[in-house]
């Protein structure tokens, strides 16, 4: 394989590199279907929070899996797993970025008087 042709799948939640899966984690279904009326979707804030922490792991895991591939002599371009690494440490810089918008929030709440 070369170039990115191993990389599938990226925008769907399934976050296979060259024919590798991820060790553990369910993909997460963004899909902006419209509701019917009167459904409502039993997603909360912490299920999206979860699940984004999640997906940053098993990110993760996939540039861990591709670099071992990568050294241990397996069929899969340096090109991938640059991408691989590029893409993990780009969700856990966003994630960390969430996370301290977060906690500034919260602190702010904290501050205010009642």
Known sequence: MTGL??????????LGIGGLKPRTGNPIDFSNEPLAPGEQKNASFRD?????IQEVNTMQQNADVAVETMLTGGDIGTAEVLTAIQK???AFKLMMQVR???????QEIQNIRV
């Not at 999206?48 to 984004?52: A, E, K, P």
């Not at 301290?100 to 919260?106: D, Y």
């Open 100 to 106: 301290n918008k977060l906690v500034a929030a919260f």
């Open 88 to 90: 993990a440490d780009v």
């Open 48 to 52: 999206l929070l979860l699940g984004s």
């Open 5 to 14: 042709q191993g990389v599938s799948n990226l925008g769907n939640g399934n």
